[in-house]
């Protein structure tokens, strides 16, 4: 087993529900983790010279398409040497925060970490936070842009080809908002189930990772 990585986006810090479900995933972890936040220290969104420089010689390549090469090997490097992943991606106005976005778009390059990859195959989980309600019955469902759509990039063979599982701590803002005041105990019971199948998760992919 080489690490896990641990891939945070949300703005939030300690009050993040998504990294606090993240927590019960690592205290089951028993091996090396490598952590990049990204709402502390995030990566540049994809630029010309970044996807141009995929496809010229590095011996031709411009000041910024060498700069660009660089973050791109940096962070694909770390991503290819993991043995699993955990991504806490909260939901942010219907989608995924920009800077976890910027990350994906750097680090997908067809041949290299897309079609093919090494990573194919790899346990990853995803934690994703939301406010509300967004599952069948909900005046929301259909409007969660977060957990499909990462989970067809992350998931999809074309692209990353990793065996998702998703953990969704949903209604958070019934403990804020008075208007939401009766869903809290939904809240709860989501959340309790939440940290729970996250600690289940760790164990189970921790054990898979290292018969690896």
Known sequence: ?????????????EASVS???AESFLHGWTGKVVHRDLAADPVPHLSAAGITARDTD???HTEQQAAASELQDELIDEYLGASAYLFTVPMYNLTMPSVFKAWLDQIIVVGRTAKSSPAAGRS????SARGGGYG???????????V?????????????????????PELTMADHVSAMAELKPLYET???????????LSVIIASDAMAA
Do not use: C, K, W
């Open 58 to 60: 590095p011996a031709q």
């Open 190 to 200: 989501s959340l309790a189930n939440a940290h729970h199948r996250a600690r289940d």
């Open 124 to 127: 990853a989980v995803l934690i």
């Open 1 to 13: 087993m080489s690490y896990l990585l641990h891939i945070d986006s949300s703005s939030l810090g």
């Open 19 to 21: 990294r606090q479900v």
């Open 148 to 168: 499909p759509t990462l989970e067809a990039v992350l998931g999809r063979e074309e692209l990353l080809g990793l065996d998702v599982s998703t953990v969704i």
């Open 136 to 146: 069948p019955g909900a005046p929301n469902h259909g409007f969660d842009f977060v």
